[in-house]
T-cell receptor, first 114, second 110 residues
Framework: DTGVSQDPRHKITKRGQNVTFRCDPI?????LYWYRQTLGQGPEFLTY????????KSRLLSDRFSAERPKGSFSTLEIQRTEQGDSAMYLC????????????FGPGTRLLVL | GEDVEQSLFLSVREGDSSVINCTYT??????LYWYKQEPGAGLQLLTY?????DMKQDQRLTVLLNKKDKHLSLRIADTQTGDSAIYFC??????????FGGGTRVLVKP
């Protein structure tokens, strides 16, 4: 397995547009996490799934953000009506109980909202 | 809420040891992690320590944990230019979400 993958790697959009990011976890990892990292800061937790169930959402995840993991494998993160403040790196991670729930991160999707 | 703090910058000469420090506030942390991030890339897991351990060594990396003072450190022996990066400590709270520090930028000078 090649690790966590994310698509696209970069996205430039205009304010007000909707964007969707995809994350493919390490196969058989049942937990999937989304984090947001702004320039010069550490990542901040957004939400996580165990299989297809979304178990926790941060207060950072406004109504414009929605995440899904319909079949318990890949996940999508959608941002509606993007704002300039949404510009950040969106990181996905996955974990499994057999690996002590250690989180392994993907390369991230860098979003720039103009 | 939980808080994790790190110093911003560390400069070290190639071949010397680097020590990166981190403090955290969450008493219920079970695991503490160190991740490395190179420019434009995701986070690479370096090592982690369980909260009931004081020390963990993994090749050039040594993690020290002082649970009483809520202080974590990462020592990199024989620092190389390829070690130049941003290093994040993170603590794992309930629900397995990670709380990260702001990162320490390490610059290795030849």
């Amino acid at each position: 397995d090649t690790g966590v993958s994310q698509d696209p790697r970069h996205k430039i959009t205009k304010r007000g547009q909707n964007v969707t990011f995809r994350c493919d976890p390490i196969s058989e990892h049942n937990r999937l996490y989304w984090y947001r990292q702004t320039l010069g800061q550490g990542p901040e937790f957004l939400t996580y799934f165990q299989n297809e169930a979304q178990l926790e959402k941060s207060r950072l995840l406004s109504d414009r953000f929605s995440a899904e993991r319909p079949k318990g494998s890949f996940s999508t993160l959608e941002i509606q009506r993007t704002e300039q403040g949404d510009s950040a790196m969106y990181l996905c991670a996955s974990s499994a109980p057999t690996a002590g729930e250690t989180q392994y991160f993907g390369p991230g999707t860098r979003l720039l909202v103009l | 809420g939980e808080d994790v703090e790190q110093s911003l910058f560390l400069s070290v000469r190639e071949g010397d040891s680097s020590v990166i420090n981190c403090t955290y506030t969450d008493s219920s942390s079970t695991y503490l992690y160190w991740y490395k991030q190179e420019p434009g890339a995701g986070l690479q897991l370096l090592t982690y320590i369980f909260s009931n351990m004081d020390m963990k060594q993994d090749q050039r990396l040594t993690v020290l944990l002082n649970k009483k003072d809520k202080h974590l450190s990462l020592r990199i022996a024989d620092t190389q230019t390829g070690d130049s990066a941003i290093y994040f400590c993170a603590d794992e709270a309930a629900g397995n979400k990670l709380t990260f520090g702001g990162g320490t930028r390490v610059l290795v000078k030849p």
